[in-house]
């Protein structure tokens, strides 16, 4: 990537890279908070500090007079923490009428979870402030008992209200026939196949013993199972010969970071723009992260040497930069293109890591 900038535009790309570092900055902060310190706060804390953001800083140590800790509230919202309903929860179709067995089979286990009272967690996808990244942190003052499946004791697949919120959007597009890529408990499908919207459901999984489990356990309880339609084959190679669908929703992976080479390879096979991907935000988030290191590197003439990356991130940067190569930016105006979101997604086609 070549940049021809003046002064002043050099300054601009400057403090847009400040944005880079902030939403790692706040990244890691959260995910400090969701691994170590998550179920620290309950209600006498709660009370004695007057609010939840308060509260959360006291267990993570951060002062809430610093300088650093300003930018950080204004950018990413870091003081907007919910306070969610359980009962909004329980009221959703999939909890109410589908029930999971308590149960062991082979390395699989049907089993459950709780959300303790003021325990915090992430219940959407991310959202952009500018080219801040938002994370949206929530907790309820009541338990809340969720559905998981285990395999080889870890999480394979729950239903939390994160999985819930960033698949409403995508429920509500479903419409007509519809594709869904992988199969899960069967979420996705079952919200859809409640929709008078749509006719016929087409399932794409992989892992016969998930679809032998979901068959069993979790389609007989579908108040109108004739709408599914289950095929056991690997999705990328379904998509190459697939027929027309009238909307598609694929969800192939666990987070963003270990989804990111199958969202590249499978944005690459769209026929149509009737596609949703799951926490494509964070996907995105993840390419804009890339980019903004290129920008980065090439603003300091200091390339870097990515071609022996053992990360996806490292890979997906020197994806960008051998695309970028020959490429020339001439204002900060061209550079705010480059990384909108709709630029986002049409260079992810070219893309290969």
């Known amino acids: 990537m070549k940049l021809k900038l003046n002064k002043q535009d050099e300054c601009k790309l400057q403090h847009l890279i400040t944005a880079l570092d902030s939403n790692i900055e706040i990244a890691n902060l959260y995910t400090d908070y969701l691994t170590e310190h998550y179920n620290d706060i309950d209600l006498e804390l709660l009370e004695e500090f007057g609010s939840y953001y308060l509260a959360l800083l006291t267990v993570l140590n951060i002062d809430e007079t610093s300088v650093e800790l300003k930018p950080l509230v204004k950018n990413h919202h870091l003081d907007q923490i919910d306070c969610l309903n359980t009962q909004d929860y329980l009221n959703n179709p999939y909890?109410?009428?589908i029930k999971l067995p308590k149960l062991k089979k082979d390395n699989w286990e049907f089993t459950s979870n709780t959300f303790l009272p003021y325990e915090g967690f992430v219940y959407c996808d991310l959202t952009f402030n500018g080219f801040y990244e938002v994370t949206h942190l929530g907790y309820?003052?009541?338990?809340?008992v969720y559905p998981l499946l285990l395999q080889n004791n870890a999480i394979w697949m729950s239903i939390t209200p994160h999985e819930i919120n960033t698949m409403q959007a995508s429920v509500n597009h479903?419409?007509?026939?519809?594709?869904?890529?992988?199969?899960g408990l069967g979420y996705?499908?079952?919200m859809?196949?409640?929709?008078?919207?749509?006719?016929?459901i087409t399932i794409i999984e992989n892992d016969p013993t998930i679809i032998a489990l979901f068959k069993q356990y979790i389609l007989p309880q579908f108040e109108d199972k004739t709408k599914i339609t289950i095929i056991q084959m690997d999705a990328v190679e379904y998509l190459r010969t697939a027929p027309h669908f009238d909307y598609t929703f694929i969800d192939l992976w666990h987070n963003e970071e270990d989804g990111l080479p199958l969202y590249l390879k499978l944005k690459q096979l769209e026929k149509d723009n009737s596609v949703d991907y799951w926490i494509e935000s964070s996907l995105l988030a993840m390419i804009r992260r890339a980019l903004l290191v290129v920008l980065d590197e090439a603003l300091h003439n200091s390339p870097q040497n990515y071609e022996n990356a053992q990360n996806n991130s490292d890979k997906l940067i020197n994806a960008i930069s051998k695309y970028y190569q020959d490429y020339e930016l001439t204002s900060f105006a061209a550079i705010e293109e480059l990384i909108s979101i709709n630029n986002l997604k049409k260079i992810i086609k070219k893309l290969k890591i």
């Open 95 to 97: 909890y109410k009428n």
């Open 140 to 144: 309820f003052t009541k338990p809340l």
């Open 174 to 183: 479903a419409t007509g026939n519809i594709l869904v890529m992988g199969l």
């Open 188 to 190: 996705f499908a079952y």
């Open 192 to 200: 859809c196949s409640i929709k008078k919207a749509v006719q016929k």
